[in-house]
């Protein structure tokens, strides 16, 4: 079955980075989109990057230009480079894929942004 599995997350203070990993299985990783998403609490989950079969990318105004979505479809893993992280920026993030007709999600990793 698919199986997306996080990790990364962790404690960053304002201006820091963190890279965030997915490691993908039970489907031909390279032939899907994948995205990150995140939630904070008390708050919708949220798109914040996306990247095609053909590595084409997107991302929302608010994380343009500091987060980079990348993927490695040798080793079956998608990457999240964050920099110059906000506190805004805390959250679970989680890995998406939409195999099967219908969204996988991992079990999510937290981020903290705090000084």
């Known amino acids: 079955q698919v199986q997306l599995v996080e990790s990364g997350g962790g404690l960053v203070p304002p201006g820091g980075s963190l890279r965030l990993s997915c490691a993908a299985s039970g489907f031909t990783f390279s032939n899907y989109s994948t995205s990150w998403y995140r939630q904070a609490p008390g708050k919708e989950r949220e798109l914040v990057a996306f990247?095609?079969?053909?590595?084409?990318?997107y991302y929302p105004d608010s994380v343009k230009g500091r987060f980079t979505i990348s993927r490695d479809n040798v080793k079956n893993m998608v990457y999240l480079q964050m920099n110059s992280l906000k506190p805004e920026d805390t959250a679970v993030y989680y890995c998406n894929a939409f195999v099967n007709s219908r969204p996988n999600w991992g079990q999510g990793t937290q981020v903290t942004v705090s000084s």
């Open positions: 990247i095609n079969s053909a590595a084409s990318t």
